[in-house]
């Protein structure tokens, strides 16, 4: 039992009750894209206690590795596993992809965050993009229990960089593929249809959310906007501790401070200040550079890392 979490005192925190970081032996493990991997691992308390839009937090070393969240994409009870999917951004995600099942993530914690509020709200249309698509397989299977019509809008480079098209298709009551190359559905952006969803007298969404990258989800609120229609976002701050404390997370919404890991990661896309919480993401990108390139030539894989330093560090110009 001990390698479960289990409610108690937080030693950090010492005036909180939450739930005590373990181990998670991985079960399963699938690459679904070059950079993207799917996780099922033994976590049987978190599985029982998620609720959509709920994520973990976990360390790939105990004693020095950073605190990274991940989103609970999925759940079994029977099992006793929770679903992560995630893309190798970094040195903590790349050192994740290479963990094999039946290996021990050292340190995960969780379910964190406030879950989604859901309710019958009528027409939902649900805008994901990348590896967005992962956290909001949930949302939808919860909005559809609770008798809502839902349109999920996917937006990707390509057909090959789509997550879980048949299981969102299987849930959708309409699904729109977008694809910047024209691969696959039509070419062009998620806020185009967004947009057109939104002038349809008969389509016209009650509830919109969006998860995916910051800018994805910023545009998604700035084209809702002048149509007055309520705009969910998940927002994807930096985190360290995860519970409050270090302001690692914080963020500006209606010109007030929040913090994401304990009052969202849902927040009003209309009230976010954007621009702020853009330059805070990108606060450490040469720390992570830096990271990324030790840990590559540590690891023998040098390459493939150069390859990925490069590009942060062209994206970060
Ligand atoms: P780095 O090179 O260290 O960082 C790359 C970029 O990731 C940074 O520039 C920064 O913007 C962001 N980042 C870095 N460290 C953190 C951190 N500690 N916390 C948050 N962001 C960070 N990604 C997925 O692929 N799948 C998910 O399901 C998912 N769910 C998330 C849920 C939440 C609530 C949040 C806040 C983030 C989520 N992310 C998810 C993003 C994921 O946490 C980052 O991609 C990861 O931390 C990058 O770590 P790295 O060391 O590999 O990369
Ligand atoms: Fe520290 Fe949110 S991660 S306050
Ligand atoms: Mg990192």
């Excluded at 479960?4 to 030693?11: E, I, R, S, T």
């Excluded at 939450?18 to 099922?40: E, H």
Aim: include cysteine.
């Amino acid at each position: 039992m001990e390698r479960y979490l289990q409610k108690g005192p937080c030693h950090a925190a010492g005036l909180f009750s939450i739930f005590q970081p373990t181990m998670a032996k991985i079960l399963f493990k699938k690459q679904m894209s070059s950079a993207v991997y799917m996780f099922r691992v033994e976590a049987p308390l978190i599985a029982q206690e998620r609720k959509a839009g709920q994520f973990i937090i976990l360390q790939t070393n105990k004693d020095n590795g950073e605190r990274v969240p991940l989103t609970i994409a999925d759940a079994d009870t029977t099992e006793g596993s929770i679903t992560l999917i995630f893309q190798t951004v970094g040195k903590t995600t790349t050192e994740l992809s290479k963990f094999e099942v039946g290996d021990d993530i050292p340190v995960l914690v969780g379910p964190l965050g406030s879950p989604t509020h859901i309710e019958n709200f009528g027409h939902v249309v649900c805008v994901c993009g990348g590896v967005g698509i992962a956290p909001m397989h949930p949302i939808v299977q919860a909005l559809k229990a609770a008798g809502n019509k839902v349109t999920i809008i996917m937006g990707a480079r390509n057909e090959s960089l789509f997550l879980m098209k048949d299981e969102m298709t299987a849930l959708a009551d309409n699904i729109i593929f977008m694809t910047d190359d024209g691969s696959y559905g039509r070419k062009g952006l998620v806020t185009e249809p967004l947009k057109e969803l939104c002038e349809d007298t008969k389509g016209k969404p009650d509830m919109v959310i969006a998860i995916g990258p910051p800018i994805m989800m910023k545009f998604c609120a700035l084209t809702t906007k002048p149509y007055g229609v309520k705009t969910v976002v998940s927002l994807n701050s930096i985190m360290v501790d995860g519970t409050g404390m270090c302001g690692g997370c914080r963020v500006t919404i209606g010109g007030k401070t929040k913090f994401v890991c304990v009052d969202g990661p849902e927040f009003d896309g209309h009230e976010v200040d954007w621009n702020n919480m853009l330059q805070r993401m990108g606060a450490f990108k040469p720390q992570e550079q830096e990271s990324l390139h030790r840990f590559g030539a540590n690891d023998g894989h040098k390459c493939n890392i150069d390859k990925m330093a490069d590009a942060k560090a062209k994206e970060s110009k």
